[in-house]
């Protein structure tokens, strides 16, 4: 079993920055994929960003693509979502993810573990 707890989220104005953490316990945190996901008010959850055990690929959504850098650290097994520039729709709850096995993906049903979620509100 893995635990996943984020942190970091909060209220910010438009243009403003945000960092989210996901620490992880529970299992080798090294040998999983991880990502984020969202889910604003009405919607359906979203992919954001996902990175591979390694940390050497990277993957993100259109929406936040040159705004938003995922990484993470082994060793301290925790992942690390810095969001930047950020817009009114960005606001929604951020839910870490992550995969026991197979490579980075954005299908949500492909993550086997899930976090509580922390809230993000961007204000304009």
């Known amino acids: 079993q893995v635990q996943l707890l984020e942190s970091g989220g909060g209220l910010v104005q438009a243009g403003g920055s945000l960092r989210l953490s996901c620490a992880a316990s529970?299992?080798?945190?090294?040998?999983?994929?991880m990502a984020w996901f969202r889910q604003a008010p009405g919607k359906e959850r979203e992919f954001v960003s996902t990175?591979?055990?390694?940390?050497?690929?990277?993957r993100y959504a259109d929406s936040v693509k040159g705004r938003f850098t995922l990484s993470r650290n082994n060793a301290k097994t925790t992942v690390y979502l810095q969001m930047n520039n950020l817009k009114p729709e960005d606001t929604a709850v951020y839910y870490c993810?992550?995969?026991?096995?197979?490579?980075?993906?954005?299908?949500?049903?492909?993550?086997?573990?899930w976090g509580q979620g922390t809230q993000v509100t961007v204000s304009s």
């Open positions: 990175i591979s055990w390694s940390g050497a690929t990277t």
């Open positions: 529970g299992r080798t945190f090294s040998t999983m994929t």
């Open positions: 993810a992550a995969r026991a096995f197979g490579t980075d993906t954005s299908n949500e049903r492909a993550y086997d573990y």
